[in-house]
């Protein structure tokens, strides 16, 4: 191997090594500390471990997520058994099912890597290494490595088919888009979202339609025209989408056999209209790019460029946005029991200390949001074009409006599209390095909390509460 493949190989294995360590080491902090089942994993442990002993029959009606992450578990734990590595009960155990979305959070890692490598090929093996452990870092997505939750193996097979979407490879990455259904429903629409976005790549390379600077009316008359005078490479395109377009179906069948999307208790998920969400995933997403947004659309940026370019228009735009807003607001903010009655989670806390406030406290934060959309959009505006940024807008909107309950992890991989395709000068060292400070500062923050500022319920004396997104 070449002297400079070796230094690449180095380099990169040497991010990852100090990665997977410090999260190793918080994976023991947590085992050490909390050593049973907390939250949902009340649920999800026992569930894994009848799996683990060939009981396929049983199941919680609790849970409302397919049996994805317990089958992963079983097959490792039949893997580490058959090796001799570990006794096939220890191999199922509560610290080895943490151990096991442990390993698939480090896989996180190498499909954010693949992923940037694809999208950025002028980036190095190690700035690509960098924003690799930028992004791995993650608050959110970091917190939950440490526990057996659903969201590690979810978002990693949803990047895995992303990544294999990228490098043409469209039978594995609908294959693995397929997997990514087993961890959560609605990943069947972000197997939609990459299958859009493939078949948009083609296109532009193909034949110039959408490209970054075409306005978007043009692009969908070119698209119409394209359509309504078929050729072979529209053929081609339609074949390119039959994988993506298999899963889907698969995913429509589910829900018709199933009644309905979600499995089990489905009395507190029912499928509502809660249209703030958007609003929501904009400003938590805004919040968590808070270095780059502002070094690309800070609030200053977004006042300056409202008043120096069109004033009257944009004005006049954004009252408009603003009673839009406020119609949505009031007539379509939910207030979930689960969210009201459930103090360990902080989406509690913002409302309690935001929203119910004052009954007007809803609406003065409208310009917020208004902010907020106005910064993401920059942030995405010079690299992803008008199409590719309101399918993700629409896409957005499919998985969040219809759930009726806050909650910020259904935010996490619309917020990995947004991100990993931000401007090229958000990977600059100086934008990196100040977004892995926030995040380092953030996980101090919640695992801290998470750990060390234990509570009592008054109806569970004897059991500790703690503190988690």
């Not at 490598?117 to 190095?124: N, V």
């Not at 208790?265 to 400003?283: E, G, M, N, R, T």
Request: proline fraction near 5%; glycine fraction near 4%; include cysteine.
């Amino acid at each position: 191997m070449p002297r400079r493949h070796l230094s690449t190989l180095a380099s990169t294995s040497a991010v990852f090594c100090a990665y997977a360590s410090a999260s190793y080491a918080i994976l023991r902090r947590i085992n050490g500390i909390v050593s049973e089942p907390y939250m949902d994993e009340i649920f999800h442990v026992p569930q894994a471990q009848h799996y683990c002993k060939g009981d396929f029959g049983t199941w919680d009606p609790k849970l409302t997520t397919p049996p994805g992450l317990y089958l992963v578990s079983t097959i490792s734990a039949y893997i580490t058994s058959a090796l001799g590595i570990a006794d096939h009960d220890d191999a199922c155990s509560f610290e080895s099912l943490r151990s096991i979305n442990w390993a698939l959070g480090m896989l996180v890692f190498w499909a954010i890597f693949a992923i940037i490598r694809a999208l950025r090929p002028t980036l190095s093996a190690l700035e690509t290494a960098s924003a690799a452990l930028t992004l791995s870092l993650f608050p959110l997505v970091f917190f939950f490595h440490h526990l057996y939750y659903t969201d590690t193996g979810s978002l990693l097979f949803v990047l895995l088919s992303f990544a294999s979407s990228l490098h043409d490879r469209h039978v594995l990455a609908g294959t693995l888009g397929f997997l990514s259904l087993w961890f959560r429903q609605t990943n069947a629409v972000w197997v939609a979202f990459i299958g859009f976005g493939a078949a948009l790549r083609r296109v532009q390379q193909r034949k110039g339609i959408g490209l970054q600077n075409e306005a978007l009316k043009n692009t969908v008359v070119r698209l119409m025209q394209w359509v309504a005078h078929p050729d072979r490479e529209l053929a081609q395109t339609a074949l390119l989408l039959t994988p993506y377009t298999i899963v889907c179906m698969l995913f429509v069948v589910f829900v018709h056999v199933n009644q309905g999307i979600v499995l089990g208790d489905k009395s507190h998920h029912q499928a509502v209209l809660h249209l703030p969400q958007l609003l929501y995933f904009y400003a938590y997403s805004t919040g968590m790019l808070a270095p780059i947004v502002l070094l690309l659309a800070s609030p200053l940026q977004f006042v300056r460029m409202a008043a120096t370019s069109r004033p009257s228009c944009n004005l006049v735009f954004n009252l408009f946005l603003c009673c839009v807003m406020a119609i949505g607001v009031n007539k379509y903010t939910i207030e979930h029991p689960f969210l009201l009655s459930d103090n360990r989670h902080y989406p509690f806390y913002i409302w309690k200390n935001v929203f119910r406030q004052h009954q007007l406290a809803k609406y003065v934060v409208i310009p917020t949001y208004i902010y907020a959309a106005f910064a993401i959009h920059h942030v995405l505006s010079k690299r992803a074009t008008v199409l590719w940024r309101l399918a993700l807008a629409v896409c957005t909107a499919l998985v969040l409006v219809p759930s009726p309950l806050l909650e910020f992890r259904y935010f996490t991989i619309p917020f990995f599209f947004v991100r990993l395709h931000a401007s090229s000068s958000t990977f600059t060292f100086r934008a990196l390095a100040a977004e892995t400070a926030w995040y380092m500062l953030i996980n101090a923050a919640t695992v801290w909390m998470f750990l060390n500022k234990p509570f009592v319920w008054k109806s569970e004396p004897d059991r500790l509460q703690r503190f988690m997104w």
